[in-house]
């Protein structure tokens, strides 16, 4: 059997408990989304807008749906659950040595098919994703915040 991975300790990094709707730190988490995409929007306001997804319901659902289950199942379930159990317990705050190393990670290999300055951008979240798949000890919170902020955003700016 394998040894539980270890979780965060303290205020921020307590074990929750129960769904992650009913943890007021997700909450939290759901809220910066729209105001992350009002900051984008005031710096630069897209062309078209959301109208462009009842054109392409396929293609939205991949982004908003798919593609960042897949992402949480590969990153936050595999790499990030693998070096749970393998990586010494060091933290810095909140973060655990295997969410910062998940989510370099993460970083990295989008820039495979992002600006690196985009790819700079999903570390922050990358490593709100980690915090909640450590305190929630699993996969749900993580595909919900991914979902949520990949739908807003792409609702608001179209793919290229």
Same mark, same amino acid.
């Given at each position: 059997?394998?040894?539980?991975? %270890? !979780? &965060?300790?303290g205020?921020?990094?307590?074990?929750?408990?129960?769904?992650?709707? %009913?943890?007021?730190?997700?909450?939290?988490?759901l809220?910066?989304?729209?105001l992350?995409w009002a900051?984008?929007?005031? /710096?630069?306001?897209?062309?078209?807008? @959301?109208?462009?997804?009842?054109?392409?319901?396929? !293609?939205? =659902?991949?982004?908003?749906?798919?593609? &960042?289950?897949?992402?949480? $199942?590969?990153?936050r379930g595999?790499?990030?659950?693998?070096?749970l159990?393998r990586?010494?317990?060091?933290?810095?705050?909140?973060? *655990?040595?295997? +969410?910062l190393?998940? *989510?370099?990670?993460?970083?990295?290999?989008?820039?495979?098919?992002? *600006?690196p300055?985009w790819?700079?951008?999903v570390?922050?979240?990358?490593? /709100?994703f980690?915090?909640? %798949?450590? %305190?929630?000890h699993g996969?749900?919170? @993580? /595909? $919900? =915040?991914h979902?949520?902020? +990949? *739908?807003?955003y792409f609702?608001?700016? @179209? &793919?290229?």
């Amino acid at each position: 059997m394998a040894p539980k991975p %270890r !979780t &965060p300790s303290g205020l921020l990094g307590a074990d929750t408990a129960g769904p992650p709707w %009913r943890d007021p730190l997700f909450a939290a988490a759901l809220a910066a989304g729209p105001l992350a995409w009002a900051v984008l929007w005031g /710096v630069h306001a897209p062309a078209g807008g @959301p109208a462009w997804v009842l054109a392409h319901p396929g !293609t939205f =659902l991949l982004l908003a749906l798919l593609y &960042p289950a897949a992402e949480e $199942i590969a990153f936050r379930g595999l790499v990030q659950g693998w070096l749970l159990q393998r990586l010494p317990a060091v933290r810095w705050g909140p973060v *655990s040595g295997a +969410n910062l190393a998940t *989510s370099l990670l993460f970083s990295g290999l989008h820039l495979l098919t992002h *600006s690196p300055l985009w790819a700079g951008a999903v570390f922050l979240p990358s490593l /709100v994703f980690g915090f909640f %798949r450590e %305190r929630h000890h699993g996969l749900p919170a @993580p /595909v $919900i =915040l991914h979902g949520f902020y +990949n *739908s807003g955003y792409f609702a608001l700016f @179209p &793919p290229a």
